[in-house]
Structures are given as C-alpha cells and as structure tokens.
C-alpha cells in the first residue's frame, strides 16, 4: 500500500538556524498535506499541496511539492522556539473518495529548538 | 478547531475492561476518523466512518469497535482493554478540501 517515509526522525537546533524535513513516497502522490503538532497538543493542519512543483509560503514557512509528486519538503527559516514540535506529513489515495480518501501520515520530525 | 470535543481526556482502567470514548463535532461533518498515536509510529488509523452507521476499519483495527448512530457522535469502543491498548487517542474529521481537523485527545493508561 501506499507510504510516506519522513526524514529527518529528530532535528535539534539553535534558535535562529534553518530547518527542513522530506517527505518521500514511491509513488505518484495525489497531493501532500502537513500539520504541526505542540508538545501535548493534537496535529493542526497547515497547509495542502496538490500540483506539481507547487511551492506556497506561510511566513518563515515553505512548502514544496515535487515535480514527480513523489516528494514534499517543509522549510522554517530562521527557527524560533514557537516552531518546536513535530511535523507530520500525510497523504490521501490517488482517488479522494471514501477510503481513497483516508489519509497516510508519515511518523514526523520532531523539531527542537535551543533559545 | 472545527468543534470537535472528545471525552473522557484522560482515562486509567483496568485490563480486561470496556471502555468507550466519544468524539462529538458541531459542524456536520460526515468523515470521521479515529486514531492513535505511539511512540515511533506517528498517527495510526483505526476506524473511520463516512455517515451515520456506515463505518469500516482502518490499519489497527483489532480490539476495537465504532458505532455512529448520529452524525454529531463518534464512539470508540475496546470491548476488553488490553496494556497494548495504552495509547493517545485522536478522534478527527475530514473537512471540504480533505483536509483533517483533530480533537484534543485521550490520553488511555490499561494497567
């Protein structure tokens, strides 16, 4: 069945340094979505990305879709200890509805940040 | 938060119990999904359901059991808990663009 594989598993930083996590599947992706997680909190959704090569922007946040849609990146520049968490990527069938529709997560990065 | 409530938050029982957690949305929702979250292996599907009484299993279905008798409620039901049954438990629901919105959690201790 269809995977989504998440790397890095834990990335420590210093405030203020970049951070990235990959998100790669073998498979041709219908589209990717990420959600953050806060320490004891549940995932929030952050953003959907659904053509090829699609690249969208929240802030200090960069999202990048792969030309083949078999790959996805989260990008935080200039981390600030508001980003700490761990961010999930998932994935719905290529087909949308009932179960197509359900999503496959990867196991996420858990980001830590050092003030 | 898409208005969704779960309940108990937390919950300790003891193996070999039943125990049912509700999810509850305000926003009619018809996608409903439960969920649990372990150490090392991320968010794992349980149960979902696409309407009132129609459900169907997920990754991890074994032990466990839903009903949806409306579309505002979704139980959770583990017939006989077991200690491999310790768990975070997220209910969800699938918005217009497919998107997830989760609850806040229920964190369950089997001793």
């Known amino acids: 069945g269809q995977q989504v594989m998440q790397i890095p598993q834990y990335q420590h930083v210093q405030e203020g340094e970049d951070f990235t996590t990959y998100c790669n599947s073998s498979?041709?992706?219908?589209?990717i979505q990420w959600y953050k997680q806060r320490p004891g909190g549940h995932p929030v959704f952050l953003i959907q990305?659904?053509?090829?090569?699609e690249v969208k922007k929240q802030k200090r946040l960069t999202f990048q879709f792969g030309e083949a849609k078999k790959n996805s990146s989260l990008h935080i520049t200039a981390t600030q200890t508001t980003d700490v968490g761990t961010y999930f990527c998932?994935?719905?069938?290529?087909?949308?509805?009932?179960?197509?529709?359900?999503?496959?997560f990867g196991k996420g990065t858990k980001l830590s940040v050092k003030p | 938060d898409a208005g969704i409530t779960q309940s108990p938050r937390h919950k300790v029982t003891e193996t070999g119990t039943p125990v049912t957690l509700r999810c509850h949305q305000t926003?009619?929702?018809?996608?409903m999904y439960w969920y649990r979250q372990d150490p090392g292996h991320g968010l794992r599907l349980i149960h979902y359901?696409?309407?009132?009484?129609?459900?169907d299993k997920g990754e991890v279905s074994d032990g466990y059991s839903v009903s949806r008798s409306k579309t505002e409620d979704f139980l959770l039901t583990l017939e006989s808990a077991t200690s491999s049954q310790t768990s975070v438990y997220f209910c969800?629901?699938?918005?217009?663009?497919?998107?997830?919105?989760f609850g806040p959690g229920t964190r369950l201790t089997v001793t």
């Open positions: 498979t041709t992706l219908s589209n």
């Open positions: 969800a629901i699938r918005a217009s663009s497919y998107e997830q919105y």
């Open positions: 998932a994935s719905a069938g290529l087909n949308y509805g009932g179960s197509q529709g359900n999503l496959i």
């Open positions: 990305l659904v053509k090829s090569g």
């Open positions: 926003e009619n929702h018809r996608y």
């Open positions: 359901s696409y309407g009132v009484k129609d459900t």
